[in-house]
Each structure stands twice: as C-alpha cells, then as structure tokens.
T-cell receptor, first 114, second 113 residues
Framework: DGGITQSPKYLFRKEGQNVTLSCEQNLNHDAMYWYRQDPGQGLRLIYYSQIVNDFQKGDIAEGYSVSREKKESFPLTVTSAQKNPTAFYLC?????????????FGEGSRLTVL | DQQVKQNSPSLSVQEGRISILNCDYTNSMFDYFLWYKKYPAEGPTFLISISSIKDKNEDGRFTVFLNKSAKHLSLHIVPSQPGDSAVYFCAATTQTGANNLFFGTGTRLTVIP
C-alpha cells in the first residue's frame, strides 16, 4: 500500500538530548513537509523540501534540522536547542511544487520531553 | 497571529441531521481553501477543497461554501453519520501552494447515534 510511514509513534526524551523522527513515503512524491501540532493550535510548518538535497525553513524552524538525501525520506531532528519540543509531529508529502495544498499525512509521532 | 480561525472547538450533532463547521480567515490573498479530517492516532486526510473563483463545491454528503466578502467558509455534512466523528481542520493557501498552507485549530465533531 502506498503511504507515509512515521516512526517512532511515541518517543520520550530527556532534556538536552537530540532525537530524530523518521518519515518515509512510497508515493513517489517530490515534496515533503514536517508540521508540529500543539493542543489548541493549528498545524504549524517546521520545514519543507520540494526536491532531493534541498529544503526550506517553515514558520517554526528554530531548534530543528532536516535532511533530504533520498526522495523517499525526510527525517527531522529535534535538537536540544528547541525550547519546547513536547508536541505531536506530522510528516506529509505532496505530488509537486505548487500543489494546492492537498497533502498526504503520516500517522504522526508524539514526542515527550521528560 | 492566527490567519485561519475555527472558533468552535467542538460540535455535537444527532445522526441524520446537518453538521455545519465554520472557518474564518484574515488574509485576503488566500485563494484556495481545504478541509481535512483527522481521526485519533491518525494523520489528517484531505476531505474537500474550494478555489476562490467558486462559492460552492460539493462532493457527496460534503459541501463547502465560500463567502469571500466575509472571509468565511463553512463545511456542511448532510446527513451526518457516526463515522463522521473526527476533528476537522480548515486550511488556506495562496497560489504558491502547500508550502504556505495555514491551518485552523480544528473543530471536534461528535455525531450522536
């Protein structure tokens, strides 16, 4: 089945540790995105990538880093510089740049900082 | 600053009746609007969209209405079914596409059997 796979689903981290969230898609989509969801807030864009080896900051990129070495993969690293990392993280993809917002989402990863 | 707002965090409707979910936006440059549906422990899924050149788009039981002068859109579900119980997100973008998609905070719809 085609889709987006995020792992792990749940992750606990101690303060000061970096953690990497995995996102893999087999939809052959060019563009991939990372969003963050907090209680009572809409989804906010962290980073996006429209093509391999290229990515752009979204609205809340501080404290995060990404890579896009393969079309299928767009991992997100939450660094110790992220002041409030506890959140629900969603990865998404779309067919091409300029796509009018129809995204395919993974099931999400919930990160809790202890 | 929240450019897309869903002021009702929750809505309960009897099965078979109409569900109306509302969304307001502030940016007049938005020209494409979408609704996403999210079940617990799953990612959002695309439901329906509308371009600013239209004022209505219909897909089965789901209809989205756009009032550009009021900067308001609504999603109507008729008839509502228990399986429609989910969180619904409104989103808006400009022609530059999904990398500047702005989401509302979501409305949790509960359809009571």
């Amino acid at each position: 089945d085609g889709g987006i796979t995020q792992s792990p689903k749940y992750l606990f981290r101690k303060e000061g540790q970096n953690v990497t969230l995995s996102c893999e898609q087999n939809l052959n989509h060019d563009a991939m995105y990372w969003y963050r969801q907090d209680p009572g807030q809409g989804l906010r864009l962290i980073y996006y990538s429209q093509i391999v080896n290229d990515f752009q900051k979204g609205d809340i990129a501080e404290g995060y880093s990404v890579s896009r070495e393969k079309k299928e993969s767009f991992p997100l690293t939450v660094t110790s510089a992220q002041k409030n990392p506890t959140a629900f993280y969603l990865c998404a993809s779309s067919e091409r740049q300029g796509n009018t917002g129809e995204l395919f989402f993974g099931e999400g990863s919930r990160l809790t900082v202890l | 600053d929240q450019q897309v707002k869903q002021n009702s965090p929750s809505l309960s409707v009897q099965e078979g009746r109409i569900s109306i979910l509302n969304c307001d936006y502030t940016n007049s440059m938005f020209d494409y609007f979408l609704w996403y549906k999210k079940y617990p422990a799953e990612g959002p899924t695309f439901l329906i969209s509308i371009s600013s050149i239209k004022d209505k788009n219909e897909d089965g039981r789901f209809t989205v209405f756009l009032n550009k002068s009021a900067k308001h859109l609504s999603l109507h579900i008729v008839p509502s079914q228990p399986g429609d119980s989910a969180v619904y997100f409104c989103a808006a973008t400009t022609q530059t596409g999904a990398n500047n998609l702005f989401f509302g905070t979501g409305t949790r719809l509960t359809v009571i059997p």
